[in-house]
């Protein structure tokens, strides 16, 4: 079975200083591994994946993510947080040898910035 | 493109109560799927439909139950609502399946009192 660790339910950054959050999966088969992003009273909006192929992600409005097979993390970062980055954020991981498994989720992580 | 659209948005219904969800998939997308979001449970899988057949169930009773259609638009019915079953239902659809990107609706507020 599949499940995420994402550590820290609750991250709070200055505006302008790194962001990092954290995720730790277990995959008995190689991952797919998703980070999305949720706003209050909003749906989840895809922010990266890894699927095969180059191990840092880049995704949108800034953030990317490093898939470290030997550290089973997929962590998230940005190297400047802005006010509008304040939400929930959610690591996921799917069976990579097939397109038709649950995501499975992680507990999620609160951001807050701090101006 | 139209994103996932989900209807209605927010739900109140009283427990014994039967609900239905409704959801319509990004065009061109034939899986769609459903999750319980709840703040003690987090995000739980509940169900996947892939042209008009369940293809992946999660661990929930068997109140929960759902179709989808030859459009592949989906509903998610819950029957005998319980005080639990207040959350958030978020449905996703996708091209092929879930573990490929999927992109998710609004959701609907259910609130059962």
């Known amino acids: 079975a599949q499940s995420v660790t994402q550590l820290g339910s609750h991250v709070s950054v200055s505006e302008g200083a790194l962001v990092l959050l954290r995720c730790n999966y277990s995959?008995?088969?190689?991952?797919?591994l998703f980070w999305y992003v949720q706003y209050p009273n909003q749906g989840l909006q895809l922010l990266l994946k890894y699927t095969t192929g180059a191990t840092l992600v880049k995704g949108i409005n800034g953030f990317e993510a490093e898939f470290k097979k030997s550290e089973t993390s997929f962590h998230l970062t940005k190297p400047s947080a802005h006010m509008s980055d304040a939400a929930e954020y959610f690591c996921?991981?799917?069976?990579?040898?097939?397109?038709?498994?649950?995501?499975?989720f992680g507990k999620g992580t609160r951001l807050s910035v701090i101006a | 493109k139209a994103g996932v659209t989900q209807t209605p948005r927010y739900l109140i219904k009283t427990r014994g109560q039967q609900v239905t969800l409704s959801c319509s998939p990004i065009?061109?997308?034939?899986?769609v799927s459903w999750y319980q979001q709840t703040p003690g449970q987090g995000l739980q899988f509940l169900f996947e439909?892939?042209?008009?057949?369940?293809?992946n169930k999660g661990n929930f009773p068997g109140r929960f139950s759902g179709r989808q259609f030859s459009n592949s638009r989906s509903e998610m019915n819950v029957s005998t609502l319980e005080l639990g079953d207040s959350a958030l239902y978020l449905c996703a659809s996708s091209f092929t399946g879930m573990g490929t990107e999927a992109f998710f609706g609004q959701g609907t507020r259910l609130t059962v009192v």
């Open positions: 439909y892939f042209s008009e057949t369940q293809r």
């Open positions: 996921a991981v799917s069976d990579g040898n097939s397109g038709n498994t649950p995501l499975v």
């Open positions: 065009s061109g997308h034939r899986s």
């Open positions: 995959s008995s088969v190689p991952p797919y």
